[in-house]
T-cell receptor, first 113, second 113 residues
Framework: DAGVIQSPRHEVTEMGQEVTLRCKPI?????LFWYRQTMMRGLELLIY??????IDDSGMPEDRFSAKMPNASFSTLKIQPSEPRDSAVYFC???WGQGVTAFFGQGTRLTVV | GESVGLHLPTLSVQEGDNSIINCAYS??????FIWYKQESGKGPQFIID?????DKRQGQRVTVLLNKTVKHLSLQIAATQPGDSAVYFC????????????FGTGTLLAVQP
């Protein structure tokens, strides 16, 4: 298996633009997580899905952030409009069933200028 | 909310020595703990895990110790190698949200040749 795949690896955008980050979880995994990593706040859980259904979105910072999982093999995290403080590395991770161990993708480094 | 925190942000060791990375957790309901290793430019990588019904678990060159009395977790790396240089995170889960991993702030392990 190729592991969790995220795209793009790097994204530079201007403030106010819409940004969409993409994730393909490991095949067969039924949990998908979106994390954000910054030097100041570390790794923060934004939202997670189980069987494509959002379970906990309490970590989503504000309404500018939204996440979807239209099917078991694809999820998106959208920021609209983007702001410089959204600059961070965004990770997607997936896990299976009651196995809590999450496997992470390589991340998307987002820079908003 | 409750969080996981690390005592030492940076740990410098000599190649060949043993390393001990510490982590304090505050949620007494957590029943699953994981150590992750994150190398520069990569996503967190699973190292070892332990459930709350255990106090010690060993892997290849790594040992995790759990002290529930003082809510303390440690990762021991034997014969530390330059390839062990990375940021190490502890993460906890449980307390009714079994699959929701909450990460600590991380410790940078620097291995000196």
């Amino acid at each position: 298996d190729a592991g969790v795949i995220q795209s793009p690896r790097h994204e530079v955008t201007e403030m106010g633009q819409e940004v969409t980050l993409r994730c393909k979880p490991i095949s067969g995994h039924d949990y998908l997580f979106w994390y954000r990593q910054t030097m100041m706040r570390g790794l923060e859980l934004l939202i997670y899905f189980n069987n494509n259904v959002p379970i906990d979105d309490s970590g989503m910072p504000e309404d500018r952030f939204s996440a979807k999982m239209p099917n078991a093999s694809f999820s998106t995290l959208k920021i609209q409009p983007s702001e410089p403080r959204d600059s961070a590395v965004y990770f997607c991770a997936s896990s299976w069933g009651q196995g809590v161990t999450a496997f992470f993708g390589q991340g998307t480094r987002l820079t908003v200028v | 909310g409750e969080s996981v925190g690390l005592h030492l942000p940076t740990l410098s060791v000599q190649e060949g020595d043993n390393s001990i990375i510490n982590c304090a957790y505050s949620n007494s309901a957590s029943d699953y703990f994981i150590w992750y290793k994150q190398e520069s430019g990569k996503g967190p990588q699973f190292i070892i895990d332990i459930r709350s019904n255990m106090d010690k678990r060993q892997g290849q060159r790594v040992t995790v110790l759990l002290n529930k009395t003082v809510k303390h977790l440690s990762l021991q790396i034997a014969a530390t190698q330059p390839g062990d240089s990375a940021v190490y995170f502890c993460a906890e889960a449980g307390g009714g949200a079994t699959n929701k991993l909450i990460f600590g702030t991380g410790t940078l392990l620097a291995v000196q040749p």
